[in-house]
Structure formats: structure tokens, C-alpha cells
């Protein structure tokens, strides 16, 4: 909190929810930033003389005699190089014990990139993970989320993914983790040696919900910093999304507002659009790649939350273990890179399309073959094959343990089908059968 | 000019006192320091009038001023509209500066100082009346029509027209005079309130002539028609984008309006980034020619969503007047109806179901009310045909912006999250889709004219062995496959062999992409041959394999060109195997 002489105080509170905090006040601006009794608050009404705060960390204990007081401008952080290799708190307060970063201060919501003005996302992002490099391709300036359940490893893979990919910096918007995984986060940078390149933003579930609010705007201001000023290649992290929107339904509901589903604001597109949107690929050659977290009750993904994040992102994907070997996958099946198109078979080899989806078809194959074997039906000669193909399939491709370089995932891949099946169970173009069939062409 | 003060802030609502006259849906303007920030009115109340901001709230405060435009949201129609990229206000995106979109900066639509050859079609002393076509420029490919002002009323008599020559849209090129004696101006261009059908025609018809999309599930299966309607529904991930782009590339249309409503940045680039190369299969030229977008996208103001599918459906009439057949395509129209339902909410309105405004039926009959194929006053015809996405919360087609949409479309694309996950695309439903058009007599009789006699009987045909397929396929999981007759097999195949040769179809490849209406006939008639094959099989897996050879073959002829040897190799082979 800034105090600064002659700031003028407010003190006649006439309302009070959970979360807001309504007094009399003047002149005072749409969205600028407060303090009341020290707390942090944000305007989100303004009706006639009376303004309304959403309280930040809560109004537990609030007085009708608090002191309010305004900062005249929204919220904002100081963007600088220092920022690197830093742990910050939903305010942009560093919570690592060295010194506030001084900078130039922006307005965290920042403003839209024309669509004109960006440049078609189309350089592959590896990960050497054979489910995101050769079934759903990733793009610098893609967004894109792991649709996981509460008791998948998503955070350690996100970090996984986060430390292989090719990125120059690497920002990390946490929101409502466990203290965990924050550790966890903090050891594995520290580990792989990328402790400079990433910037964090944390707020732990020990932390006030509300406080989420701010996170993804704090981790994409600074992302565009660099990204748009520095023209570096920028990966932000988000997690957990799920724990987002449920803050912003908190606020929406003590505002009185009708809810749409599931109890969930009317604008939760937009809301969530706004972040999203923040990835884009600059013609200077930066870019900004979101790849966050949305956690789902019990695999539901008609809950407004994921529903959607899904019609914003481009793509998602799921964890899945794979009932067959134990592994932990990425889902073939569910999970989708809408990007993909832009690089595959064009920065990728030209057989990297078609070879993809044949390998995918038949591993659906395999789990047809899998669910008549268990509804105690005889299996047929392609059935048989079809599971063996499944098993190696995953073993030798999809577990996300592995780190395989991506021409070396497509020889894997025809190896597979040479070994398990015929040319004519393929439906490939012949030019590509003709060029990288290993076995022979009956 | 009305004044006013802001007395009320909630996210992009404000209240307004005003002093003076206002209307429903004036454009009004915020004054913030040196900028102005544009807002729609959209509800008056006791002196107050609540209007939704086209911009972010931020830094706005209590009694700020508000300056009253008398005016509705218009569009300025004009040369100049082709090729554009507009933002959903009709801002021209490219004329710009700067790579973020600053708060409330200076924009403009149209180019009004571009000089276009005019050449007059009228001479002095005619008589005219709004919309008669007064002289053209030629914009692109197109033969743009320059026409006496919609909005005016009556007959006028022609006084004064300029003759061929080179002018600037500003300037005038022709005047009128009314029944009592007032001179109208005319210039090239003119303005036109976006939520105002335009209406200056003779007469609409029921749509009779297909119109070519390039997709065999929707030309052979559930065709569209020319001054149609069809709406594709689908959760996310079902191909609803992939599929509105194929269409955008393969159409026949003179012109095509593309609206990003509320989707993402990247899809539009895409666009910005291929139509500039791709060529137009209708007028070999580059696509970008006959191509406007209209692009608000998700991270763009959430109050011009609704302002954008409004610009793009009024551009479109605009160029149906001239005689022209337009494709207006709009993804996705759910969050047009998302932001009205924001809106909705923060004025605290009664909500209907899933909190949309009661309206909304209404709203949405209405705009796809203003598709349709017309005659022109001088017996010329025109078309909007129009096709919007939906997406559906949670894939669940019992949602309102769904079933309020049903009851006007004329076509259904159902895209199928079972045919998405099993990466059969395009992902539409066979079955569940519809094209009301094949039951109009004076289509079936045009249709049958491109495809052929007994066509529609075919079509029939296709249909009734799909169905049987997904019949014997749940017969053969439940009983298992040694024990049903081999008939179930036989019919499961041969649906089989429907979906993977004419119903899927490659959209990333460049020739299985389009098939133009004679390939259609073409390979639609092969198939349907197949499928009369009886042959001999002793058991399931012969049937299997032999169809799984058949498939693989017609998927070689899919990626062939028509009549190129290779397909005549193919389809030579496929008519062998039956032999």
C-alpha cells in the first residue's frame, strides 16, 4: 500500500458481502485500484456516488468505519528484464525475498493485438513427447490446455513439457496449487537450470481465492513484455484454470447476477477468451504460447468450465492411463491440436499427417477389439493384431516418459504397422507407402 | 445534439442520464480525455438511457459527458468493401496503426477519396426509385452498382448524372428530384442502419437451385440452396471452423462475408493468411477478391459481436442488390447470443432458459429472415444465402441458441462428436442432418437436372443403406459377428464403404478438398453400383476384406483428379472387383 500525503480517505461503508465491499465516494475511476483497511480491492461498479470493491482477500472483520482509500489507476505491474528469475505474488509484490524490480508500469489488462497484425502461428514447438509432437503437434502462439482430473500428475508433466520445449522465457501463473506442486515447480527450474528464464506469479490455495482474479493478467502482461518488447519466444503456464473461474463466480454472485450453467457468470467466455486470446505470434518474432490447466469433476468436460475453454482454445489435451500397460499417456483419441495442420506434413515430413491418423485409427481399432474380448466375443485375425499393435503402440510411442526426436517417432511408427499389418488395412496414399513401407507391399 | 452524464457503471453497461431526445439504439459517445468511446443505447428508462460500450470501461467515471449521435449503427456502403478486413463496427483493420488496437482511436470504414471508373446506366429524365442501379464502377471483378439511396421514398426523376469518367466516392454523380421538387445528391456511397432489412426488391422466392459447396455430404446428401439457410451445430472439437472455411474456398458464390463472431484470432488469420493465395474455383482470380471479413473476435468487444453479424448480413444485401449471389457466413452465432445474454444480466432483466434474454428466438428468426433469393426491380436476381455455426454448451443440442435456430434454418449439418473422435470428417451426421430444400418440387426438378434423373431417389437410396449399416453394426456388437447373417455384415460394409468414400473427405488434401457436382455423380454412381454387389462370400472376415480392399481403392480415387488417368485407373479397378 502506497500512502501519499494529502490522499483522500474514505470511511461510509453502507454495504458489505463475502467478498464486496460498497461505499460513498467521488470522482472515483472504472476499475482502479484500493485499499481498504489495507486490503487490496478492485472498482467493478460504479452507481451514482456509490462505488463497489471486490475485496481481494476477503472482508472477513471489515469494519463499516473502515478506511478506504483509491490509487487512481488500475492495477498495474512494473515490467522490466529484472523480472526474470523472480516469484511474485497475485500483486506483483515479490515473495522471494529479494528487492522489488522497478520498471515501466503498465495497466496488466493491456490492450488486443489486431488480428491483422498477427502472424499465422506455423513453428513447431517439440516436447519429445511422441502424444503432443506426432499426434497433436504444438505451434509457438498456440493455446492450449491439459483437460485433467484432480488426481493426474498434471502439474509435474506441465512442468515436464514447460523445460523441454524450446522457449526463451518461461512464465508461470499459478492459482490455487497445493504448496506442493509450487515446490515442485520451484525444484524443477531450479534442477534443469532454467531458474533465470522463468518469471512466476503464485497464488497457493493457502492464499485468498479472490486473489486468483489477478494472476493470468499479471503472467501475460509480463509474457507480452517479452514477447512483444524483447521478441523473445514465451511459454506461460496456467494452473489450474478450474480454480480461476471459480473465483470469478464467487464475485459474479455476491454482484447479484443471474448465473448461466452451472452456476458460472454469463461472461465466462469472454472472461476466459481475454487470457486466452493474450497468445499470439508476433511478425517481429516473438510469440506468446499458453499451455494451462483445467481441471474436471470427474471427467466431465460438459461442465461449463472445460465446455468453455474448449471453444476458446485451440485444442486440448488429456491425460489418460492406459488401461492395457499402466502407462500414462496423452488420449489419442480425445486430444486435439487444432495448430497441427499448420506445421505437420509441411515442417514435419510429408507422410506425418496421414501416417498419424492410420496409427490412431487402428489404435480405436484395438479398443473396439478390447471391449468385444471383454463382452466375451470371439477375436478375429485383425482384432488379434490390433491389440498386439496397441501395446506397442504405447510402449514404444505414447509414454510420456519417453523423449524421442520427431523423424525418429515416424520411422517408430511405420516400423509398428509393418510389424502388425497389411498395406491394404491402411487406406495411406500409395506414394507414401511406396517411399517409407519397411515391410513388403502385398 | 443531445447531451448526457454517466451515473452508472457495471462492466461495459452504463446508465446515462440525458437531457433531451434519445433513441432505442442511438449510437452515443463517452468523452475520456481526448478520446471518444463509442456505445449503442439499448434500453430508456425515466430520463436514463442504459447503453452497452464497444470498448473497456476502464478509467471511466461518474458524470463523465456523453455526447448523442441521432443517429443509428450504419454502414457505409460503397466501392471499396471487397477484400476489406473489418473489425465488427466496420472499422477497417488495416488502416490501423500499431499492432495493439488502441482505446477509442479515429477509424475508417470505406475509402472515400478512392477514384472509381464510373459508367452511367441511366440518362437524364428517367424515373428511379431506391435501389435502381444508376450507373457501375468496377470493384475487383465485380461490376459494382452505384444506387439511388435506400432510404429514400417514392419515385424521383433523374436530373443530372455524371458522365463516364474517373471520380472519388465522395463526390456526386448524380441528382435527383422528388415529386415535390427537392434535389437529392447521390455519390457513390451511402449509409444504411445495420438492424433494417433492406428491402428495396421486388419479390423473394422459395429457394429452388443448389448451391455448390464442393462437400458430398452436404451437395448430394443435404444440399444447400442459393437464397438458403442451414446452421451447423456442434461441440467444440466436431470440425464447425475446418468446415465453414472448406465451404468459404469451394463456393460458387459471386462474393462471400466471412464474420469471426466472438472465435479466435488464429482461425481469422488463417484466413488473412491462405485466401490472399488460394484461387477462386468460381472466377479463377485469388480468393481475398471476392472476400470480405468482418472479424470480432473473442478478445475483441464483447458489444460488437452483435454488431457484427448485423454489418456482415447488411453488406451482404447491399451486394444482392446488384444483382449478385452472396455467401454470408457467420461462426459462431451462439456468442452473438452469449453477448446479448451478458448485456441481459447486468441490466437485471427476467432471464429465460439458461439465462438468455426471452427474445432470442425472435432475434434469431429474424436475422436469418433476411437471407433469401430476390428479384430486383429491373427483373434482375440477387441472393444471400447464409449459414452460421452453433455452439452448443457442453455439445448438447437442447440449449436455446440451438433449438431457436432450428426453427428457421432450412438446413441441418449436425457435426457428430462420435464421427470427430473417430477422426471421420468432415464430422456431419449423415443421418440426423437435413436439407428441407430436397422436399421443394422446384428443387428436386433443378437438381435432377445437374445429377440426373431418378437423383433424389438416389440420394434416398444412400441414405436408407447408411441406416442399415449403423442397424446391422449394432446387431453384429451385440450378438457378435459369427452370430448374425452374413447379410448384417454385407450391409454394415457397404455403409462403410458410403462413409469413407463419399461422406469423408479429405479437406487438408487439394483435391479431395473440392469435388465439383459432375465428380459427385460420378462417384456417387460407383458407389451405389457397389453396393448392389451381392457377391459370394463364405464367411465375415472375406466380407471385411473385401470391402476393406474396395475402400482403399476408392480412397486412391479421392485423391486423384476427376477424369485424370489415375481416376479412370481407379475406377476401372473398383467396377473390376464387382465384376
Redesign the interface.
Known sequence: MEIQAFQAIYTEITALTKATCTLKA???????LAWVDGRNAQV??????LVTLQVFSGTEGIGTAAKVIFAGK?PSLALSPALGGRYFNAFGQAIDGLSQPQGKEV?I?????????????SEMLSTGIAGIDLNNTLVT??KIPFFADPDQPFNRILAEVALRADSDRIVLGAMGISHDDYIMFRNSFKERGASDKIVSFINTSEDPPLERLLIPDQATATAEYFA?EKKEKVLVLLSDMTLYADALAIVSNK???????DAMP??L??DL??IY????Q?PEGGSITIIAVTTLNDGD????IP??T???T???LYLKRDTDTGLTIIDP??S?SR?K??VI?KKTRADH?QLM?AL??LY?DASEARS?QENG??L???DVRSLAFAKDYVRELLDVRLNIDSESMLNIGWKLLAKHFKV????I??EFIDKYWPGEKD | MTKGKI?????NLL?IEFYGEVMQNEICFVTLGDKSLMAEVIKIRNQRAYAQLFE???????DDEVLFSGELLQVDLGPGILSK?FDGLQND??A?K??????GQKNVSIDFDAVYTFTPLQEVGAQVQAADWLGEVPENWIAHKIMVPFKLKGTFELVKIAPAGDYKVSEEIAQLKGKDGEIVSVTMAQKWPVKWALKSYREKFRPSKIFQTGLRVMDTLNPMAEGGTGYIPG???TGKTVLQQAIAKNNQADMVILVAC?E???E???I??TFPQLEDLKTGRKLKEKTTII?N????P?AAREASVYVGMTIAEYYRNMGLKVLLLADSTS?WA??L??MS??M?EL?GT??FPVELPAVIANFYGRAGEVALHNDSRGSVTFLGTV?P????FKEPVTESTAKVARCFYALSQKRA???RYPAIDPINSYSRYLDYEEFQAETESIFGANWIEKVKKMKDLLQRGIEARDQI?IL???SVPLDYHLDFWRSELLD?AIIQQDS?DDIDMNSPLARQQSMVNLALNICEYTGDFED??QV?TFY??L??TF??LN?SAFESDEYEKYAQELKATIA
Not at chain 1, 26 to 32: R, S
Open positions: 467521488k470522482g472515483i475511476t472504472y476499475d482502479e467493478i461498479k460504479i452507481e451514482g456516488e488500475p495497466n489488462k493491456g490492450l488486443t493485438v489486431n488480428p491483422v497484425r498477427r502472424q499465422l502461428p502462439g498456440q512483444f454482484m447479484d447476477q443471474i448465473p448461466s450453467k454469463g461472461s467466455y469472454s477468451a481475454r486470446e493474450k497468445a499470439v508476433f468436460i460438459t461442465h461449463a465446455d468453455n474448449g471453444y476458446i485451440e485444442g486440448q483419441f480425445r486435439l495448430l495442420q499448420n506434413g499427417p491418423n490412431v485409427r480405436a468385444k466375443f470371439d478375429n485375425d485383425f491394404f488395412e491402411l487406406g496414399k500409395q | 451515473k452508472a457503471i457495471v462492466s446508465e473497456l470501461s476502464t478509467s471511466l467515471k461518474l478486413n483493420l488495416d490501423m500499431g499492432t495493439f488496437i488502441e482505446t461441440a467444440f472439437g466472438g479466435r484470432a488464429n481469422v488469420v488463417e488473412f493468411h472479424c473476435t473473442s478478445n475483441m464483447v456468442r452469449q453477448a445474454r451478458e444480466n447486468r437485471e432471464p439458461d439465462a455452439s454448451a457442453g455439445g448438447n473422435d473417430a477422426k456388437s457378435g459377428d459369427d469413407f487438408f465375415f472376415n471385411s476393406k480392399k475402400i482403399n480412397k486412391q485423391y
